[in-house]
């Protein structure tokens, strides 16, 4: 079916339903539209009468399988502040809406890394849960915004660990996790979900995230600051919008090496390895560009440890030049392209590359992925994020059950770790 047989877009009134129900049915029928346009799928309007149906009798409706799974990629290709969205169509969708429990949630996010991780050879999976019902939350959301952090551990010398994660880490002990024995800088958060009204722990079996340990090829003593990451980024908060309708979505791709050593190693509020990095380079303060040099060797050792350890990872440059290929393919099909050029564009990018030299679109189309703003507040500090429950309820997993991962030795994870004995968390 071309746009031109297309029927137009119905208008509804109050006789032929509720007013509450005018905005979930125009955009029930603006994507489903969108689906028989770009898919070519014949019977728009007998889908169109039983989605109606639906949404008259119960005030909501399902999708079907493929409906979902196209919702799930064209919302990855809008989302304007990725650069790997070439790979779109590839992703892959697992449709768990079934999904309403804690324990199967925690079964689900595991798969999910499971089968993202793929031995090394990284793929994009996104996960889809029992949705919101109108107001009412989904039966169950991630609070994580990703399901591989580190904790933070506060201490009279400073921050052990991620000082990123320091809510989410007090939030996680509050609920009972007591961390492991000999707290260190790597130490993996357990995952945190909402339902009930009530925030929970999720036993997170550690095995299931594959961790690299950081290594430089000329520089032996990067080993020795004791640096790892994880080879999947799983952004576990995130909202699936699609069709008026609301599904909690974590999300993975592939990481890029930037992201990893110029930020979350790099930058002063994270890890802050660049004095370490300088000192051990030997560059004097007279150096005006140490601070570059002391970014590239972090970059080459990023790139060396998961191309060594046999994890996927890309880069800045190889980034930049799909996103131009994304680019081209989206405006031979008509689309205007969305995106955030600060994003796109993260150091250490230059001029040179494709994606700097122009501006996008940066409005933001539906399908797409949101980060849950309930969450997003959770994990920011705010003590009540909206109506939603207080950040300070007991959790009802036993500590031991929460902690059990942490019982792991993480010598064969991450060897070059240091351990720390900080109780003072």
């Known amino acids: 079916m071309t746009a031109a047989t297309i029927p137009p877009r119905p208008v509804t009134t109050t006789h032929d339903v509720d007013t509450t129900n005018d905005d979930l049915l125009m955009q029930a029928y603006d994507f489903l539209r969108q689906w028989h346009d770009e898919t070519g799928k014949?019977?728009?309007?007998?889908?169109?009468?039983?989605?109606?149906?639906?949404?008259?009798?119960?005030?909501?409706?399902?999708?079907?399988?493929?409906?979902?799974?196209?919702?799930?990629?064209?919302?990855?290709?809008?989302?304007?502040?990725?650069?790997?969205?070439?790979?779109?169509?590839?992703?892959?969708?697992?449709?768990?809406r079934h999904t309403i429990t804690l324990e199967a949630v925690r079964r689900e996010l595991t798969a999910h890394l499971d089968e993202a991780t793929n031995d090394g050879h990284i793929r994009?999976?996104?996960?889809?849960?029992?949705?919101?019902?109108?107001?009412?939350?989904?039966?169950?959301?991630?609070?994580?915004?990703?399901?591989?952090?580190y904790a933070a551990w506060p201490t009279d010398g400073g921050i052990i660990g991620d000082p990123a994660n320091l809510t989410l880490t007090a939030l996680a002990t509050d609920l009972g996790w007591p961390g492991p024995a000999h707290r260190s800088a790597f130490d993996l958060l357990p995952w945190i979900a909402a339902t009930d009204g009530r925030l929970h722990?999720?036993?997170?079996?550690?095995?299931?995230?594959?961790?690299?340990?950081?290594?430089?090829?000329?520089?032996?003593?990067i080993a020795d600051l004791g640096l790892c990451w994880p080879a999947v980024p799983v952004i576990s908060n995130m909202t699936l919008h699609v069709g008026g309708l609301r599904f909690p979505?974590?999300?993975?791709?592939?990481?890029?090496?930037?992201?990893?050593?110029?930020?979350?190693?790099?930058?002063?509020?994270?890890?802050?390895?660049?004095?370490?990095?300088?000192?051990?380079l030997g560059l004097p303060d007279r150096d005006r560009l140490r601070t570059d040099?002391?970014?590239?060797?972090?970059?080459?050792?990023?790139?060396?440890?998961?191309?060594t350890a046999g994890v996927s990872i890309t880069d800045h440059h190889r980034e930049s030049r799909a996103f131009a290929r994304f680019v081209q393919h989206e405006e031979a099909a008509g689309r205007v392209?969305?995106?955030?050029?600060?994003?796109?564009?993260?150091?250490?990018?230059?001029?040179?590359?494709?994606?700097?030299?122009?501006?996008?679109?940066?409005?933001?189309?539906?399908?797409?992925?949101?980060?849950?703003?309930?969450?997003?507040?959770?994990?920011?500090?705010h003590s009540r994020p909206g109506h939603e429950p207080s950040t300070r309820h007991h959790a009802d997993v036993h500590p031991a059950a929460g902690a059990a991962p942490n019982r792991t030795s993480r010598e064969g994870r991450c060897r070059h770790a240091p351990q720390h004995d900080c109780t003072g968390g």
């Open 337 to 381: 392209v969305a995106g955030d050029w600060s994003w796109l564009n993260c150091y250490p990018m230059t001029p040179q590359d494709p994606s700097w030299g122009r501006y996008y679109d940066s409005s933001q189309s539906t399908p797409a992925l949101r980060p849950d703003p309930y969450c997003l507040a959770l994990t920011a500090g």
């Open 124 to 149: 994009s999976v996104l996960t889809v849960l029992a949705p919101a019902t109108g107001p009412t939350p989904a039966p169950v959301r991630v609070v994580n915004p990703q399901l591989a952090l």
């Open 201 to 221: 722990l999720l036993p997170t079996d550690q095995a299931h995230i594959r961790e690299v340990p950081i290594h430089h090829p000329d520089h032996p003593w």
């Open 249 to 280: 979505a974590p999300f993975s791709g592939t990481f890029m090496a930037s992201e990893i050593a110029t930020r979350n190693l790099a930058d002063r509020h994270r890890y802050h390895q660049l004095p370490a990095v300088i000192a051990g």
């Open 293 to 307: 040099k002391a970014l590239l060797a972090l970059h080459e050792a990023v790139l060396h440890s998961f191309e």
């Open 42 to 96: 014949h019977g728009l309007a007998q889908r169109w009468r039983d989605v109606r149906a639906d949404i008259r009798s119960t005030g909501t409706w399902r999708p079907t399988n493929d409906e979902l799974a196209y919702g799930a990629r064209v919302a990855w290709r809008n989302a304007a502040r990725c650069i790997g969205r070439l790979r779109w169509p590839s992703l892959i969708v697992r449709d768990r």
